[in-house]
């Protein structure tokens, strides 16, 4: 198990599968997608799977933010998620807070931006580095790709 940056990774024919969860719209448009799969497609052995998910661009002109509540084990936590689209760049805003068990209320903010991408500009970039049989599977705001090299 290998955990590093996809965006330096210089590994040739060494891995059986390489998965990336939610993390493959750090690829800051086509140029940056096409040259990152390149690297991932020449990372795996032949026969190799490479497995993401991704949030899917449809066109849409905004993306909804939302909050979530949790509670566990007397912990809480309460989640507000703030998303802001301009253009194809989502901008991620998290505000988390977690409190019980007597402790003081935890604070955190986290923020982050990623690129949208079609299932089509997948497709074309994963063909480009050489990926074949490309499997796509869609759910809600979500795409997920099994691909081989």
């Not at 993390?23 to 026969?47: C, H, P, S």
């Not at 807070?97 to 497709?123: C, I, M, Q, S």
């Amino acid at each position: 198990l290998v955990v590093g940056d996809m965006q330096r990774m210089s590994y040739r024919n060494m891995f059986m599968v390489i998965c990336i969860r939610q993390a493959i719209n750090y690829f800051m448009g086509m140029a940056a997608l096409q040259q990152g799969l390149g690297r991932i497609y020449r990372a795996l052995q032949d026969g190799g799977k490479f497995i993401f998910n991704a949030p899917r661009y449809t066109g849409q002109k905004r993306y909804p933010s939302v909050s979530h509540a949790y509670t566990h084990d007397k912990l809480s936590a309460f989640v507000l998620e703030i998303n802001t689209l301009n253009n194809r760049r989502l901008r991620h805003e998290q505000y988390s807070v977690v409190w019980g068990h007597r402790k003081k209320p935890l604070f955190v903010r986290d923020e982050n931006a990623f690129y949208l991408f079609t299932k089509n500009e997948f497709n074309h970039c994963l063909r480009l580095a050489g990926f074949r049989n490309i499997q796509f599977t869609e759910s809600g705001k979500t795409v997920t790709c099994i691909a081989t090299k």
